[in-house]
């Protein structure tokens, strides 16, 4: 066996002071539980992987607390990895905490035993020769990273890419399975959560603390989940790729796999070996990804966790899981007084290749915030954002067909399908994203329980709309002069499409008022 995490100092941190130190997996739970070194980054911890990384150390650190009835943090290095292997303790050699296991009778980090007794069947995921670790099987743009780009790859590598392969994977072709937690195969798992501020420590403590808190809330809604003893690391048990593991046998909590990976020591390189499966590692049936994931709001009437697309967590996005009501929080949506930052993010995924990681951090004051936790102030807010949600569609509509007249010169006949106004429009929809929330703070702190309600939603709707409307224009002056038309009809063209525009927003704005 080699490279056990709760013996070897196998994570390089860097912490606010800038220094470098190097931690075991207990000595990291030392440092995060604890306000002496303020972790600031992990060094070989790439941007997308983020998430997987956060969730299983908190999800991890709160089954472990919990096994071991303890509601404070331990406060060394080897109570830490007492608690840790305790959550183990039916394998005394600590092999699911090991990287490379040659007996394949017994469990690896995030490899399941082999029932086989053989890798016969497996194939080579990648080769030793290539210096490659793994990562999600299919990327993309916005990833910043592709399969094969990490040179030379040292072991802290392999443990964050197994972690979020095994964890954050979604269905990527036949007998190749995705996780639970997302709504489909190609879905995504979404990460909603309130901080105070990016430092890991508080972050890892505050969430633990939730889960811990939360615990039983989540037992009595999910009621299917064991109490006690429940399955908690799902790479401890046998795998034979053909039977799944029922919800009813697992922690609410639960770490999972959703992959057949071995790793071995091939002339002292490490090699990957993968088989496919008949079957996803946890047996669930049409419940759109809703586990109880501590970091997922779910749908309230689909019942399924919320999914992001190509666009990401745009503003029409967010406003949705914020306010229209259609999204229950998740048990780390609920602020504190001192947080003000909600962080957002999530792998997008599509048939057969993902849309890139998405992250998306918003300041929101404290008076929006008891908007947003308020039932009764968030269904007022509602309405309204809601509806400069659809105005802002209007308002690329206006902008589409003031160029298109530039573009086809017949205001009458205009051929919607025309795409050559797309840049511009994504040019809208990107300023339009920057300033939807900043502008909604600002108007709900223009409201006033005393305030006529009626007068309050028009005035400040009118303000959306005027805002719409100077984004526009800049937009559609700068494009104005930029697209291509026949010399002889330009000022034809481009008075049509002024009278487009301008009119457009005109009645646009007036609208309101009547």
């Given at each position: ?5 709760l ?15 190097k ?7 030392k440092?995060?539980?604890?306000n002496?070194?303020k ?11 983020k998430q ?11 089954m472990?607390?919990d096994t ?18 305790n ?7 600590e092999?699911?905490?090991?990287i490379?296991?040659?007996d394949?009778?017994?469990p ?8 086989e007794?053989?890798l016969?069947?497996f194939?080579?995921?990648?080769r030793?020769?290539?210096?490659s670790?793994i ?8 990833h ?9 790859p ?7 890419s197994?972690?979020?392969v095994?964890?954050?994977e ?8 995705g996780?639970?937690?997302?709504n489909s195969g190609?879905?995504?798992?979404p ?15 505050r969430?633990?603390n939730?889960l811990?808190?939360k615990r039983?809330?989540?037992l009595?809604?999910?009621?299917h989940?064991?109490r006690?003893?429940?399955e908690?690391l799902?790479?401890?048990q046998?795998?034979?790729?053909k039977?799944?593991v ?9 770490i999972e796999i959703?992959r ?7 002339e002292g ?7 496919n499966?008949?079957c ?9 990804g809703n ?9 309230i009437?689909k019942?399924?966790?919320f ?5 990401g ?10 306010f ?12 504190e ?11 997008a995924?599509?048939?057969g ?6 992250e ?5 004051p404290?008076?929006a915030?008891?908007?947003l ?10 309405e309204?954002?809601?509806s400069?949600v ?27 399908r025309?795409n050559?106004t797309d ?19 600002e108007?709900?702190e223009?409201?006033s ?5 009626e007068k309050?939603?028009?005035k ?10 100077s984004?526009?224009?800049?937009i ?6 930029g697209?291509?038309?026949h ?5 034809k063209?481009t ?12 009645k646009?704005i ?5």
């Amino acid at each position: 066996m080699k490279y056990n995490l709760l013996e070897e100092e196998l994570f390089q941190i860097k912490t606010e002071s800038g220094r470098k130190k190097k931690h075991s997996l207990p000595g990291l739970f030392k440092c995060l539980s604890g306000n002496d070194e303020k972790i600031v980054s992990f060094s070989k911890l790439l941007v997308h992987q983020k998430q997987a990384w956060f969730s299983f150390l908190v999800q991890l650190a709160a089954m472990a607390l919990d096994t071991a009835k303890m509601n404070t943090f331990p406060n060394s290095k080897e109570k830490w990895r007492e608690i840790l292997q305790n959550m183990v303790k039916e394998y005394p050699d600590e092999s699911p905490w090991h990287i490379i296991v040659s007996d394949l009778n017994k469990p690896a980090f995030f490899q399941p035993p082999v029932p086989e007794c053989s890798l016969e069947g497996f194939s080579s995921f990648s080769r030793p020769d290539e210096d490659s670790t793994i990562d999600l099987l299919s990327l993309a743009k916005n990833h910043d990273i592709k399969k094969g780009k990490i040179i030379k790859p040292e072991i802290e590598n392999w443990i964050f890419s197994m972690i979020t392969v095994q964890t954050m994977e979604g269905f990527s072709g036949r007998e190749n399975y995705g996780i639970s937690r997302m709504n489909s195969g190609y879905g995504s798992r979404p990460f909603f959560s309130f901080i105070s501020d990016f430092n890991w420590n508080s972050r890892f403590q505050r969430d633990i603390n939730i889960l811990l808190d939360k615990r039983e809330d989540i037992l009595k809604k999910y009621s299917h989940y064991k109490r006690n003893r429940g399955e908690k690391l799902l790479w401890i048990q046998p795998w034979d790729g053909k039977e799944s593991v029922s919800v009813n046998e697992l922690d609410p909590y639960y770490i999972e796999i959703c992959r057949r990976l071995r790793l071995v020591d091939y002339e002292g390189k490490i090699k990957l070996m993968k088989k496919n499966t008949k079957c996803p590692k946890v047996g669930v049936s049409n419940n759109g990804g809703n586990t109880g994931d501590p970091w997922a709001p779910v749908n309230i009437k689909k019942g399924s966790v919320f999914t992001i697309g190509e666009a990401g967590l745009r503003y029409d996005k967010l406003e949705r899981v914020l306010f229209s009501g259609d999204y229950k929080f998740s048990i780390c949506m609920k602020a504190e007084q001192d947080e003000n930052l909600l962080y957002s993010s999530a792998i997008a995924r599509g048939q057969g290749k993902t849309e890139g990681f998405h992250e998306r951090l918003i300041y929101i004051p404290k008076k929006a915030k008891n908007f947003l936790m308020d039932k009764g102030k968030k269904q007022k807010i509602a309405e309204l954002s809601k509806s400069w949600v659809d105005d802002a569609s209007s308002g690329s509509k206006i902008l589409r067909n003031s160029l298109l007249c530039i573009l086809q010169g017949d205001i009458d006949n205009l051929n919607f399908r025309d795409n050559r106004t797309d840049k511009w429009q994504q040019l809208y929809s990107s300023k339009v994203d920057r300033r939807f929330f900043e502008c909604l703070w600002e108007a709900i702190e223009t409201f006033s329980d005393n305030d006529d309600y009626e007068k309050w939603f028009e005035k400040e709707r009118i303000k959306w709309r005027e805002n719409l409307k100077s984004m526009a224009e800049k937009i559609f002056k700068k494009a104005r002069k930029g697209l291509p038309t026949h010399s002889a009809l330009k000022y034809k063209m481009t008075a049509m499409a002024n009278r487009r525009f301008y009119g457009g927003f005109y009645k646009f704005i007036k609208e309101v008022k009547n």
